[in-house]
């Protein structure tokens, strides 16, 4: 079994900063995929940022240059660093996590998700 939980998050000044956490626990061997989206009501989810486990990153257009994508493997953590926030970033954000687990099995996991409020 393994669980992701998310913190950070909240309300921000445009301009502002904001720093997103996700933490994997469980029987986990190392991280393969990690990837962080985001959705507002009613609008289909958007990947905003992958990281896989030979350090290959990508961001999407609306976030290239504002936002860092990181890992520590050694905490099992995965972190989006979010700088130069706009109203429009105001999303509910969510990580993705593709685990490889003791026994050589693959799973996938999703985090709660945490609500990201950016006031003009």
């Known amino acids: 079994q393994v669980q992701l939980v998310q913190s950070g998050g909240g309300l921000v000044q445009a301009g502002g900063s904001l720093r997103l956490s996700c933490a994997a626990s469980?029987?986990?061997?190392?991280?393969?995929?990690v990837n962080w989206y985001r959705q507002y009501p009613g609008k289909q989810r958007e990947l905003v940022a992958s990281l896989t486990d030979n350090d290959n990153i990508k961001y999407s257009d609306s976030v290239k240059g504002r936002f860092t994508i990181a890992r520590d493997n050694a905490k099992n953590t995965v972190s989006l660093q979010m700088d130069s926030l706009t109203p429009e970033d105001t999303e509910t954000y969510y990580c993705?996590?593709?685990?490889?687990?003791?026994?050589?099995?693959?799973?996938?996991?999703w985090g709660q998700g945490t609500l990201v409020t950016v006031s003009s």
């Open positions: 469980g029987d986990i061997v190392s991280i393969a995929t």
């Open positions: 993705y996590m593709r685990v490889r687990t003791i026994g050589n099995r693959y799973l996938e996991v």
